[in-house]
Structure formats: structure tokens, C-alpha cells
């Protein structure tokens, strides 16, 4: 399907400079980010200021949903908690995916269940979540996996110590919630080392701990024989995105 005419679009630059892979795409109508790679498919490389009359198979909708961009540095380097989706926003971003693992309705409702109670422990609800998502897919029936010491991590947040369900579905709440407990307590450790404030640069650090039990602050996308792009995934989920 075609674009509508006379799109201008123009790569986004300063003040924007932690998105150096977008482009921005506008009408009269809306504006949108697209991801550099995107454009490309649609053989349309090495851009410059013009205008664009159509971009086939490429549909311009209030509901685009962007993939990954990668961010990497500092904390200040990723996008900062006003520009996260709400809680609600996220989860029914990722219903779809949810179900596609094989969860049922009441699974994916106590997850939200699970969430909210544990929250209480003095962790945002969308931070909690999006660790779920970059975990298990929000997989109630998660495999078991090990880390590098050999421990098993188990659950919804595949956490050191966590009660795990391995291909089961239909659980109760109490199980989903004890999956979720295990994790969100291991996650508010982490972000005690980094004085456990209600702020990006307090959460990001603690993600990097969380995936890889140190940090180099100046890169939180050194995972130091972790995955790499664990703190750029994450912050992606808090945009709302899906990989």
C-alpha cells in the first residue's frame, strides 16, 4: 500500500541525538519515527532532504510499531521516563506475544495481577514487566535455564533462586505471583546499589546488574560476557516497542 502524497521526511538529528538511526516522517496529518533500516527495504538509501510520493508496502498509521533501536553509554544516552509508555499501554502492546507462548487468559491476567501487588516492593510496574518480556516473553511455562556458575534461573524473570513452572500453563495466581516476587525482589536489590531511586539512571544501572551482575557506567551496553544489549532492549519495551 501506497503512502499518501507529498511525505516530507528528513533524518532526525539535535536536540534528538540518542536516535541517530531515525528518520522522521510527517504529513499533514501525523508524524512518525521510522527506523533507518526500514527506509532501506524500500530502496530508498542514501537520503536527502525531498519529497517522497510513495513508499510501497510501507503503511503510515498512527499505530506504526517501531522495532529496536539500540542505545548505548551512559545513562543519559537512553530515553528518559517521560517518553515510557504507561503500564497499561505496554501490557496490551504485548498481549499478542503473550498468548503466541501458549498462555492462557487467566495466565496473562495474573501476570497483570502479579505486577501490580508487586509493585509494592518499591519497583515501577512497567520496569517490572518489561524484565518479564525481555525474560520469558511473559512465558508462564518458561524453561529453566543456567548461568554461568551453573545456578538455575527460573520464571517469568528467569531469577536466580525463582520458583519455575516449566511447560505449564493454566497456573494460579499465587504460582504466576511467586515467579514474579522472586524476580522483582532480585531487581530491587540491584537497585539499591545504585541508591534506589525512582529515576532512568537508577533503573538502567540496575538492569545492567540484573542481566549481568556488573556495570561499566560509562557503556551500559557492555554486558561483560552478558548480553550486550539487555539495558537497549529493555528501555525499547519501555517506548512500547516489540522486537
Known amino acids: 500500500m501506497s503512502s499518501s502524497p507529498h511525505i516530507q521526511w528528513y533524518k532526525v538529528g539535535s536536540p534528538a541525538a540518542s536516535w541517530p538511526n531515525l528518520y522522521l516522517i510527517s504529513n499533514a496529518n501525523q508524524h512518525l519515527a521510522i527506523p533507518t533500516y526500514l527506509l532501506q527495504r524500500h530502496h530508498h538509501r ?13 503503511h503510515f498509521t498512527s499505530h506504526f510499531t517501531m522495532g529496536f533501536t539500540t542505545f548505548s553509554g551512559p545513562s543519559s544516552s537512553f530515553p528518559p521516563m517521560s517518553q515510557w509508555k504507561s503500564f497499561e499501554e505496554i501490557f496490551n502492546t504485548n498481549k499478542t506475544a503473550m498468548f503466541a507462548t501458549g498462555d492462557t487468559g487467566p495466565d496473562i491476567g495474573a501476570i497483570w495481577n502479579a505486577v501490580l501487588e508487586c509493585a509494592k516492593l518499591g519497583v515501577e510496574e512497567r520496569v517490572i514487566f518489561c524484565i518479564i518480556m525481555q525474560e520469558s516473553t511473559g512465558n508462564v511455562g518458561v524453561q529453566t535455564t543456567f548461568n554461568g556458575d551453573g545456578h538455575a534461573t527460573a520464571g517469568l524473570m528467569q531469577c536466580d533462586g525463582s520458583p519455575g513452572f516449566p511447560g505449564r ?3 494460579t495466581q499465587a504460582q504466576i505471583t511467586s515467579m514474579v516476587r522472586a524476580g522483582t525482589e532480585h531487581f530491587k536489590a540491584n537497585l539499591k546499589e545504585f541508591g534506589d531511586a525512582d529515576t532512568a539512571d537508577t533503573i538502567y544501572k540496575a538492569l545492567r546488574a540484573y542481566n549481568s551482575g556488573s556495570v561499566n557506567v560509562n557503556n551500559l551496553s557492555d554486558g561483560r560476557g552478558a548480553t550486550d544489549s539487555y539495558v537497549s532492549d529493555v528501555a525499547n519495551r519501555l517506548l512500547g516497542r516489540t522486537n
Open 46 to 58: 542514501n537520503l536527502k532532504h525531498k519529497t517522497l510520493t510513495h513508499l510501497e508496502s510501507l
Open 169 to 171: 500453563h493454566g497456573l
